[in-house]
């Protein structure tokens, strides 16, 4: 088989539509005004109605998914926000493959010691995988080494150079083109980078003196600067340094804030964020997510942003905030969804929630197994989407 490799070659790909079948075809309505998009439909896979389990896959091998739901997709999706003019941003990914790969200098000691006998060694991190993103707030969640971090990456065309990578993305139904999503999508690293002797302030008028147009003013300027700064609840420590590990700053969950608000700069329909609640208490975790679901939902600002970000095992009131759910497991998607639909998908194929019990860390607890526990092989089971 031969994988293909995004990188920065993204732009130079050709408009291939994927096959389309009866049974997973979705009319996608688009609006007049919307130029050069492609009016073609195309598969999605949103919504699960009925589901079964089926034995557990084997590390490398292709998921063979086995449906009980009967019939096409009746649901309809709009590109329109209803409570924004802004047209919603719709991701698609279709049967995406990502390997990685030996670096050079290994990959040629490893052939002098196999004397031409050299099978490159290479690792499944996403195993032909297919799901949509729309609008609101997705959790990617997963255990760890589950392909969370990797499928963000993809997606926001970040991946690493020694990654190869099969499959179609499309945005907006037209193809992944670095430069469009360079222009309407921010990425948040789990670790920042800030320079500690800057303010908040200074570090955000910085860095809309980089990333704003030409023609913005100054007074222009620093209004956007104001408005991020209300939004991301920056206001207060306006005028403090971010900090050194010699002199203390603003504080891990302000440092959080503060990085997605240089996102928010430039106004993105679409932002990823990897693992942001990472090394927070769980109340400032929580305050940052209600600050990401006014984001998701436009009620902090003039138009809504679709919030992709991974997350570990959120708490139940993280966990509620989310509108949406994927879920990975050793490079599968074992469900994607409504999150509030996920327990009685999972409670369907035999998987009930028990009384006080976090909903996330239930939906884990079944999708990761010990290999050394006798019981699970008869509780092995993968949620599979329509």
Known sequence: MEYTSYGNHVRDRTDVFLPITDENEIDVKLPSHVTGMSRKPFPLT???????????????????????????????????????????????????????????????????RSCN??????????????????????????????????????????????????????????????AELKRIAGYVMQDDLLNGCLTVEETLMYTAELRLPRTFTNKQRRTRVEDVMIDMGLSHVRNVIIGTPMKKGISGGERKRLCVGMQLLNRPQLLFLDEPTSSLDSVTALDLLQTFHSLAHGKTQEKAVTIVCSIHQPQSKIFNLFDSLILLKEGNIIYQGQRNQAMETFRAAGFPCPLYTNPADHLLDVITLSKRDPSAKHNEAIVTPK
């Open 117 to 178: 006998r050299y099978v490159p060694k290479r690792k499944c991190l996403l195993n032909n995988v297919s799901g949509a993103i729309t609008g609101g707030l997705w959790a990617v969640m997963g255990p760890s080494g589950s392909g969370k971090s990797t499928l963000l990456n993809t997606l926001a065309c970040r991946l690493d150079v020694n990654t190869i990578t099969q499959g179609e993305m499309r945005l907006n139904g037209a193809p992944y083109n670095n």
């Open 46 to 112: 949103l919504e699960v109605t009925r589901l079964t389990s089926i034995p557990s896959f084997n590390h490398g091998q292709q998921q063979q998914h086995q449906s009980m739901g009967a019939g096409p997709f009746e649901r309809q999706l709009s590109l329109l926000d209803p409570t924004s003019d802004r047209v919603s941003t719709i991701l698609v990914w279709e049967r995406l493959t990502v390997l990685s790969r030996e670096d050079k200098t290994t990959e040629f000691f490893r052939k002098v």
